[in-house]
Nanobody, 115 residues
Framework: QVQFVESGGGLVQPGGSLRLSCAASGWTYRFYIMAWYSQAPGKQRELVAHLTTGGSTYYADFVKGRFTISSDNAKNTVYLQMNNLKPEDTAVYYC?????????WGQGTQVTVSS
């Protein structure tokens, strides 16, 4: 059974950094386009970044230049390095495929950016 487990969130001050991790069981990342999504309170879930099987990346405009998506195939883990965090980055962050598979949404990891 496929399961994505997100971790690494927390409370950080504006300008700070976090690295999120998404570990998979029953799944091999290198065959799929993997992505990070965010859902802020009262808003719809949206795509933040994705990583193709060929190593190409996509970033939403609101994180471009601040976030970096990467993977470690040996560990079957996808990462999201988040730098220069802003209060508007506060959200629950999830990993999933592109397009997202409904049955694979995990619990997500909460990121709160506040002074």
């Amino acid at each position: 059974q496929v399961q994505f487990v997100e971790s690494g969130g927390g409370l950080v001050q504006p300008g700070g950094s976090l690295r999120l991790s998404c570990a998979a069981s029953g799944w091999t990342y290198r065959f799929y386009i993997m992505a990070w999504y965010s859902q802020a309170p009262g808003k719809q879930r949206e795509l933040v970044a994705h990583l193709t099987t060929g190593g190409s990346t996509y970033y939403a405009d609101f994180v471009k230049g601040r976030f970096t998506i990467s993977s470690d195939n040996a560990k079957n883990t996808v990462y999201l390095q988040m730098n220069n965090l802003k209060p508007e980055d506060t959200a629950v962050y999830y990993c999933n495929t592109v397009p997202p598979a409904t049955q694979y949404w995990g619990q997500g990891t909460q990121v709160t950016v506040s002074s």
